[in-house]
């Protein structure tokens, strides 16, 4: 076994992890600034409930 090898997968994949939670916590906070221009008072809860809600709409639809 090449722990070498596997060490360099693990750092790798940790990596690609903190982009993608990165990435995700940039897209939170650019809708909640969209949501925000026409709605000052909206929070966090507002933009996770719309994405649940997104997410029903895409799988309803994918269902049919």
Known sequence: MNLQGDKRDEE???ANLRRGI???DLAL???L???RQQDP???MAD???EIR???ERAWQLNRT
Do not use: F
């Open 22 to 24: 990165k990435l995700t």
């Open 29 to 31: 906070a650019l809708r």
């Open 47 to 49: 933009v996770m409930h």
């Open 53 to 55: 809600l997104q997410k």
């Open 12 to 14: 790798r994949m940790a």
């Open 41 to 43: 008072a909206c929070t």
């Open 33 to 35: 600034a969209a949501i």
